[in-house]
């Protein structure tokens, strides 16, 4: 039977310290004042916590969006910028649906989170990956990339990046080259989709600033989420833009037809939020989290070292580590699932399926800091007990 | 400023009993049943209620759905043949990036709900009206659109059709008709996207059984929703298709990154249907709109009598009224305005923008009994104080 009897997309093997999936602990989800601010929604909005919502998502979370991004990200968006959203998932879906055409070329960063690259592809867009280094994406290779587009006489007409605390990297889009590929998509006239879902997770000072707070309006569409700062099952993010384009989301048919998307949940989130548990909570996730980033990274160093080298990411939920030498990925993967860990190998973020070949995607979200430090010890066990690396050791 | 201070999708005037928005009447969200199903699903569940939910939906409601289609269709759907929607808008929308490719053609009867139609387009698909009578869609037409497009090289990929208490005529097609369909479909290979969100509202006896129940299957999607027969503000509503079709959905990009789209939601309206406050909720439903339907009836009989002919619905939120002389809509609905009472026009539902010209709907869903017999007056009055009626009279 397909559905099972599941309620939770992921349900952790046993066996395993699995540091594949980028999900949160359920440990950290603030599940009493979300219950509290449930009630409170029914009791502050009566029927209109259940009616058609309006289109845009209901005002109270709109504001609130607002005067959050103000203390979070380089500016603050007015009320008529700001689309509320099922997440950032349905919000990228509704980005390709809206604002391209079938066939458009959209160029990727590579690596990139793979599920955006599947949305993508399903609308159909045609997917052009565009590599990235220490400092993010390189935003040279875009350039190269447009101009040979416009030769066979296509266009790109959407770029999709996650720019802050990427997934997989962890990496943070240096900002000369935030100011470059802002001015590159206001000149080319393509429309930039900034998956910007772990701003919040933010571990060392300011995240910085988004490209939708440094570009002209038009250029970009930033799609934010409370799925990390918040609760993933409540579907509900937001995006930002210029009006018109807000416009094009909220006078869409489908949210013309069907109300805000995400509205019940949407007030839920407007109640918790106005109780001042949503800053606290956060305050709460960047010490819990950044304390597990430190034990990850400070296992590899004990336990990987030489092996491998990795950035010890400023925010969000992943580290990438590449191995110095060839690595048989799959043959790696198995034998850290007899160890009692995994995790996602490089690969999967390719587009392409090209490149990651000796990189790794961990995870540091989903448990303590001494799981993760037991999960390392696991992956460093794992690669000394690979059989090439016996073989270059006799 | 776009957003206003707006909660919900649509505010009432004041001033105006207004017949135009199929919308339900506030006083008949069960707010209290849900505020308690709401700390019920935290209670249960903790904190899976709103981690990221499984892809096809929480199974709880994944049952329900089954065993209340067994009461209320031809045949249930087993567990893995349904997956959970944010609402029936949602549903198309990704029937529409799922199954097919852009610049198909689709096949929508005229009138229809015309809000779908704005989805369909934008996706972009080419849409190709089939008129309709008393008997519904007609299926005659459909064969011919059918060869039409093959003779031209095209072809028909999906029909999209409201068969049961149609929007916005109220009818229902015939049984004959939905077998010649379901047959059609399968012969000529298309698919059927069947909006079957008013099954719930059957004021005469059970609803006629869904073309997907009647279907081979890989024919049909059926599109079923909780916005009709509990609260729209939630955006929970179903599909049912064939395993593999329904694996489309569930294994699509969108649902495998985002998990479950209204799973918190899902988990409401599961415990609100657990505690069986969902079927004496439908059942109470049932009686108040048949009771406004009549209401609406008897009192078009009364007010409009020869002027116009309908046909009383059998389930569902609307009145399909067409007028025995040409009418000049646009005056019309300024005149009943200024009486203080509003309707959509009949060429809004024509995809072409041809037909319906001397038709209007009415809503009988957001008003008690007594408010939408004032309205029918107030139409009435309007239809009197035509300038051009009164010319005739002169």
Chains 1, 2 share one sequence.
Not at 3 to 28: C, K, S, Y
Not at 132 to 147: I, K, P, Q
Not at 235 to 247: F, K, M, N, S
Request: with cysteine.
């Amino acid at each position: 039977m397909m559905n099972g009897d599941r309620i939770v997309q992921f349900i952790a093997r046993e066996d395993l310290i699995d540091l594949a999936l980028g999900h949160p602990d359920p440990d950290l989800l603030p599940v009493d004042g979300l219950r509290r601010a449930a009630g409170a929604a029914f009791d502050r909005y009566g029927p209109d916590a259940v009616a058609y919502g309006s289109a845009a998502g209901p005002a109270p979370l709109i504001s609130f969006v607002c005067a959050r991004l103000e203390k979070i990200d380089g500016r603050a968006p007015s009320p008529s910028e700001v689309v509320l959203t099922a997440g950032n998932s349905y919000g990228l879906d509704q980005v390709a649906t809206l604002l391209t055409r079938p066939g458009d070329a959209v160029l990727v960063e590579s690596p990139t989170y793979h599920l955006a690259i599947r949305i993508l592809r399903e609308h159909p867009l045609d997917v052009i990956p565009i590599s990235s280094d220490e400092r993010g994406l390189r935003v040279s290779e875009v350039a190269d990339a447009v101009f040979r587009l416009r030769q066979r006489g296509g266009r790109a007409r959407l770029l999709y990046t996650v720019p802050t605390f990427n997934n997989p990297t962890g990496i943070s889009l240096a900002l000369d080259r935030r100011r470059e590929l802002v001015a590159l998509a206001a000149s080319e006239g393509f429309t930039i989709a900034e998956d910007d879902v772990y701003r919040e997770l933010a571990y060392e000072g300011e995240p910085p600033p988004s490209l939708w707070s440094m570009a002209e309006p038009g250029i970009v569409v930033r799609l934010g989420s409370f799925s990390k700062s918040l609760a993933p099952g409540l579907r509900v993010g937001y995006l930002t833009a210029d009006e018109p384009t807000a416009r094009r989301f909220s006078e869409g048919g489908l949210l013309e037809s069907g109300g805000g998307i995400s509205h019940f949940a949407s007030l839920v989130v407007a109640e918790y939020a106005l109780t001042g548990e949503y800053a606290s909570n956060v305050l709460r996730l960047r010490e819990e989290y950044r304390r597990r980033r430190d034990a990850l990274t400070a296992a590899l160093d004990a336990e990987v070292g030489d092996a491998a080298r990795w950035i010890s990411p400023d925010g969000g939920y992943f580290v990438w580590v590449t191995m110095r030498e060839q690595a048989d990925l799959a043959m790696l993967l198995e034998l850290a699932e007899q160890h009692g860990t995994s995790f996602v190998p490089g690969p999967v973020f390719h587009p392409d399926g090209r490149g990651g070949q000796q990189s790794v995607r961990l995870a540091f979200s989903r448990y303590p800091a001494p799981m993760l430090a037991e999960a390392v010890r696991r992956i460093g066990s794992s690669l000394l007990s690979r059989p090439g690396h016996r073989a270059a050791r006799a």
